[in-house]
């Protein structure tokens, strides 16, 4: 036979809510499917918050060189 992982999944994806009532013991694949919805979510929100912080940067740093570019023009 094949091995079959369990896993614990919490219903409302808050790892601290270990309540009865929101812990599910499932295998890997029934776990992944349940939080694949969740997990996407997570990515778009983690990808907009890199962009908006390499955004943030980009302007810092394009801020710099230009006050160094008209220090070297004065």
Known sequence: GSKVVLTVAHLD????NS?????????????LR????HHAET??????ER???NSAVAN???G???SIRAELEE
């Not at 349940?34 to 919805?37: H, K, M, P, R």
């Open 19 to 31: 309540t009865d009532d929101n812990l599910r013991a499932w295998c890997q694949l029934h776990h």
């Open 64 to 66: 710099w060189l230009l």
């Open 51 to 53: 962009k908006a912080a």
């Open 13 to 16: 994806h808050v790892p601290e």
């Open 34 to 37: 349940y939080d694949s919805q």
């Open 60 to 62: 810092e740093v394009t």
């Open 43 to 48: 990515r778009r929100r983690a990808l907009r």
